[in-house]
Nanobody
Framework: QVQLVESGGGLAQAGGSLRLSCAAS????????MGWFRQAPGKDREFVAA????????YYADSVKGRFTISRDNTKNTVYLQMNSLEPVDTAVYYC?????????????????WGQGTQVTVSS
């Protein structure tokens, strides 16, 4: 089994920044994809960003491109999401996810493990 624990959520003002972290523990895989998703009240969980094992390839949702940056530190089994220029529409619960292959995906159903989520609230 794999455990994913997010941290770093909280309250920010519009235009501000937050940095989310997600630490993975438990079973290890030779290579895996890490991703971030978010779910706003009354909406489906949507893709935000994903990163390859090496960190050399990343995908972003159009809504966050240029504002958010995903990165990872494999020595710490940790993935990060730097969120800049935050907007009220970014308010959501943010989930870390792990896919047990090194093939990036934007599809929620292709990730096998999920964290418990961390709340991000952006005020105007």
């Amino acid at each position: 089994q794999v455990q994913l624990v997010e941290s770093g959520g909280g309250l920010a003002q519009a235009g501000g920044s937050l940095r989310l972290s997600c630490a993975a523990s438990g079973r290890t895989f030779r290579s895996f994809t890490m991703g971030w998703f978010r779910q706003a009240p009354g909406k489906d969980r949507e893709f935000v960003a994903a990163i390859s094992w090496s960190g050399g390839v990343a995908y972003y949702a159009d809504s966050v491109k240029g504002r958010f940056t995903i990165s990872r530190d494999n020595t710490k089994n940790t993935v990060y999401l730097q969120m800049n220029s935050l907007e009220p529409v970014d308010t959501a619960v943010y989930y870390c996810a792990l896919r047990t292959t090194n093939h990036l995906s934007r599809l929620r159903d292709e990730y096998e493990y999920w964290g418990q989520g961390t709340q991000v609230t952006v005020s105007s």
